[in-house]
């Protein structure tokens, strides 16, 4: 798919060697910046992830109890969401074939570990194993139960899959499995979203809240992904009517703020389940809740003391 032929110039890395060749005028104003305002809006998946970090461990770093919330595969996803900026930046940099697989195929991973920690969610991470690869590997939940040990072999199949059925100038099967992935990733969020918690009467009112909250974050994920498909959408079958909006970089935007309250979707998920199961077993607990300016982050509200044996 080539947009917008007459408009493009030959710079530092022509020619273009990816199958896609978006609406945005190619090397229009730096001879080694295929696409200026597509490859710069690409920081913005590195700026929330970096930001991600930061209201992450803020909130982490609060207190001893708050110190346990941390979940470290949480930040394999950070990891991917970074890959995906730097393979998205230097894919509309230079148009070429191998930085347009690394952008897409880094998607596709990203998308696959979230659903390996949404699958895992109730998981925790107490250490099994004393030394070796396996103490390396079970830090990140992959040999807590079978049901991580499955889901993490499942992935990884479908990331191989995916990886084997790749080709930039057919991407139907490529583009099918991602969605399906996506697809898969919010119906598990969903039911996440709507999961009930059997709680005593003096806690009931946080838990409605802290449910409400997971609905209104995973509808933001969904609302902010459809103004970014559409705009997509328009830029891909619309070209060059509305190239001076810039269209694709939009589509960066929406999609890198996606990613990022859908990452606070799951911290908040893995904070309130947490939550309920010490309280029901008369443990120290950290109350959380989202705040939503100036971006949602989940912040701690105060300790919910271990219950005293009488």
């Known amino acids: 798919m080539f947009l917008n032929q007459d408009k493009n110039n030959l710079g530092y890395w022509s020619p273009v060697t990816s199958s896609v060749d978006w609406c945005e005028p190619n090397f229009e104003h730096f001879d080694t910046v295929a696409e200026t305002y597509n490859t710069f809006s690409s920081v913005a998946y590195l700026i929330l992830e970096l930001w991600f970090i930061y209201v992450a461990e803020r909130l982490y770093r609060t207190n001893a109890i708050t110190k346990n919330l941390r979940l470290t595969r949480t930040y394999l996803e950070i990891f991917g969401g970074l890959v995906v900026g730097i393979g998205t930046y230097l894919f509309h940099m230079t148009l070429l074939r191998e930085h347009q697989m690394l952008d897409e195929l880094s998607m596709n991973a990203t998308i696959l570990v979230h659903l390996y920690c949404m699958i895992n969610m109730d998981d925790e991470e107490n250490g099994k194993f004393e030394h070796g690869w396996r103490k390396v590997l079970q830090c990140f939940g992959l040999f807590n139960t079978s049901k991580a040990a499955i889901t993490a072999v499942v992935c990884c199949t479908l990331f191989s899959i995916s ?18 992935s996506i697809l898969s ?41 459809c103004v970014g498909f ?17 269209l694709h970089a939009w589509w960066h935007i929406c999609t890198a703020l996606a990613a990022y309250i859908w990452g606070i979707f799951a911290v908040h998920c893995h904070c309130t389940d947490k939550l309920a199961r010490q309280i029901a077993s008369g443990e120290t607990a950290a109350m959380t809740e989202v705040n939503y300016l100036p971006l949602p982050s989940v912040v701690f509200v105060k300790l919910v003391e271990k219950k005293k044996v009488q």
């Open 185 to 225: 990733g919010v119906t598990l969020s969903v039911i996440q979203a709507l999961k009930k918690y059997q709680v005593s009467a003096e806690h009931a009112k946080h838990f409605q809240k802290a449910r409400r909250d997971k609905m209104i974050l995973i509808s933001m994920v969904v609302g902010v992904s």
């Open 163 to 180: 990886f084997a059925v790749y080709d930039t100038m057919i991407p139907i099967v490529f583009q099918t499995l991602f969605g399906l």
């Open 230 to 246: 559409g705009v997509w959408l328009i830029d891909n079958n619309m070209c060059p009517r509305f190239e001076h909006l810039k």
